[in-house]
């Protein structure tokens, strides 16, 4: 008897990885879903397609189980006065909204993000309304309390100014109610 695949992939320490990516359509024509998007990788807005991705994360197995994508179709005049279009929903709302669905629909523990996605909104809805917990990158510019009577007193510092370099620190951040663990893992090009 053949054993179903999800049986397979499912793990105790599954994780739902998201990401936002842009698929470059330079000689396409203007379109809801094709339109100028910032890519942070280029330093500039480029012509194409942006969307999210969810990937399920499991027993050495990686499955795609979301896409969104970004359509632009709020008319709007930018900073230069000129006529431009944007998402009716922010990238952090499409994301609460994937999170919430595989949260009915997967099992998994944690939800991985890139600083994108690492606000503290974002961090409340994972923890609080879906009861998963989440690894999220964070911007050293982040401040937070180093206890909680630092945060009762309002006392708070910069991520950056701590020594975190191989250890692991709960710390709180102003609108949150829970705790935090921080560490920092530096990262390299491959």
């Known amino acids: 008897m053949v054993k179903p695949l999800c049986h397979e992939i499912k793990s105790e320490e599954a994780v739902l990885i998201f990401d936002d990516s842009i698929e470059e359509k330079e000689y396409t024509d203007h379109s809801e879903l094709i339109s100028w998007h910032f890519d942070h990788t280029k330093g500039r807005s480029v012509k194409g397609v942006n969307f999210m991705t969810a990937l399920y994360y499991s027993n050495d197995i990686s499955l795609p189980v979301g896409v969104e994508f970004v359509r632009k179709t709020k008319a709007c005049i930018d900073k230069k006065g000129k006529l431009a279009y944007k998402s009716a929903k922010s990238k952090n709302e499409m994301f609460r909204e994937m999170v919430w ?18 606000s503290v909104e974002n961090m409340e809805f994972v923890y609080k309304k879906c009861s998963r917990h989440f690894i999220m990158a964070l911007k050293e510019n982040r401040k937070v309390a180093l206890s909680k009577e630092d945060k009762e007193k309002g006392v708070y510092v910069s991520i950056k100014s701590l020594k975190l370099e191989g250890s692991v620190m709960s710390v709180y951040f102003e609108q949150l109610d829970f705790p935090v663990v921080i560490s920092s893992q530096p990262l390299t090009k491959v």
């Open 101 to 118: 669905r595989a949260n009915y629909n997967i099992d998994f523990k944690y939800v991985l993000t890139d600083t994108w996605f690492s």
